[in-house]
């Protein structure tokens, strides 16, 4: 089961290629539902979000693949939607889904990890939670938790939404299609993985460092 999940995750190119070969635009929608999914519930922080636009946007950029405008309008609002959803379930659910701290769905250590990011960075952890994996689902789910103001956490949601999916989208678009990143497409989503959680790693051990001392 594993096994087969990392081939799909690391050949993200290829089972998309599949996917629109025998389902054609039901691809949109399935798009559509991962992206909503990945960042508008907090259960679910493991789903491609990076990568998967990045190989995306590869799609865009071949003969009879996706139409690049509307990959782009269509992710962008299921980002957004995905934000409000999950600020909106931290506004109303608050700490009352963390009260097990042996929860494996809804793991305390995620939301803690996320609180220290916005002491660091206040409402801006929105945008910068959008390129960082686990934390961009808890983001809009502890800002919600907070009672931050509603027009302020829209404009930060639509700030990063629109940069989060332009930016690896048209990446993939301009350079997923390069015969090198084609040949070697697993060690370049591999990168894109190291890249994304390089924050989380200085993160981790700046804490660590800091409660060393103390």
Excluded: C
């Amino acid at each position: 089961m594993i096994d087969q999940f990392l081939d799909l995750f690391f050949n993200l190119n290829h089972f998309l290629g599949l996917f629109i070969q025998e389902h054609g635009s039901w691809i949109y929608i399935l798009l559509f539902l991962i992206i909503f999914a990945e960042t508008g519930f907090i259960v679910t922080p493991f789903l491609p979000g990076d990568s998967l636009l990045f190989a995306v946007g590869a799609l865009t950029a071949i003969e009879n693949g996706l139409n690049l405008w509307t990959i782009l309008l269509s992710l962008t609002i299921a980002a957004i939607i995905g934000d409000f959803v999950n600020y909106s379930t931290g506004y109303y659910l608050g700490p009352k889904v963390f009260t097990k701290k042996e929860s494996k769905l809804f793991n305390p250590k995620h939301l803690e990890r996320t609180e220290e990011f916005y002491k660091k960075y206040g409402p801006f952890t929105i945008v910068i939670a959008r390129f960082m994996p686990i934390i961009r689902t808890f983001a809009p789910f502890v800002a919600g938790m907070g009672k931050m103001n509603r027009s302020r956490f829209f404009l930060y949601n639509i700030t990063g939404g629109i940069a989060w999916i332009f930016s690896f989208t048209i990446l993939g678009h301009f350079f997923g299609n390069l015969p090198f990143v084609k040949k070697n497409f697993q060690y370049v989503i591999i990168a894109i993985i190291i890249v994304s959680v390089i924050p989380l790693v200085i993160a981790f051990f700046k804490e660590r460092r800091k409660i060393a001392s103390s």
